[in-house]
């Protein structure tokens, strides 16, 4: 089955600075690829998705981009507020049932 | 929040009870799913159901089994919960159109003494 890896798992930045988050997948066929934030206590909350014929995607702060060829796709969040402060996690999905695979989170903290 | 609500939300059983916990939807949307989420392990699927009756195992369905005769409803059930499936339960619908994208419910905390 499918395999997925994330890194780092803590990261730790200042306010305004940028923060990268990377995972890996095993699988070839899996070719959708969403990004979820979990705050704590809160369910996980779907922030941005890529499918595996993009290469990269972009909503006002958040980025992602997808490296078919190496298996890793990466989220990107520029100039970080406080409020980015929460659990990320990466996951890809294949076949009709979009069975999602989770990797492990990452949490990140924006200190001021 | 997609409609999705989950019912209990909390819940603290003994080892060897069973447990049933619901996931339910208003949207009608026809894939609904199942993970426990623990330290260390992000998000991991049980089960899942791709329509009235049809259900299919996930990654950790051992111990678990589901139900759904509903479109609204899909259950969860422990039918001897061990210590080891104390977790937080997290329903999901499929809602996207294009990308396939999944929501989640509120969460269920559950606890096994």
């Known amino acids: 089955g499918e395999n997925v890896e994330q890194h780092p798992s803590t990261l730790s930045v200042q306010e305004g600075d940028s923060a990268v988050i990377k995972c890996t997948y095993s699988d070839s066929a899996s070719n959708y690829f969403p990004w979820y934030k979990q705050e704590l206590g809160k369910r996980p909350q779907l922030i941005i998705d890529?499918?595996?014929?993009?290469g990269e995607k972009k909503d006002q702060r958040i980025a992602v981009t997808l490296n078919k060829t190496a298996k890793h796709f990466s989220l990107h969040i520029t100039e970080t507020q406080p409020e980015d402060s929460a659990v990320y996690f990466c996951?890809?999905?294949?076949?009709?049932?979009?069975?999602?695979?989770f990797g492990t989170g990452t949490r990140l903290q924006v200190t001021l | 929040d997609a409609g999705i609500t989950q019912s209990p939300r909390h819940k603290v059983t003994e080892t060897g009870t069973p447990v049933t916990l619901r996931c339910h939807q208003t949207e009608n949307h026809r894939y609904m799913y199942w993970y426990r989420q623990d330290p260390g392990h992000g998000l991991r699927l049980i089960h899942y159901s791709y329509g009235v009756k049809d259900t299919d195992k996930g990654e950790v369905s051992d111990g678990y089994s589901v139900s759904r005769s509903k479109t609204e409803d899909f259950l969860l059930t422990l039918e001897s919960a061990t210590s080891s499936q104390t977790s937080v339960y997290f329903c999901?619908?499929?809602?996207?159109?294009?990308?396939?994208?999944?929501?989640f419910g509120p969460g269920t905390r559950l606890t096994v003494l």
């Open positions: 999901a619908i499929r809602g996207g159109l294009i990308y396939n994208e999944q929501f």
């Open positions: 890529i499918r595996s014929n993009v």
């Open positions: 996951a890809a999905s294949t076949g009709t049932a979009s069975k999602l695979t």
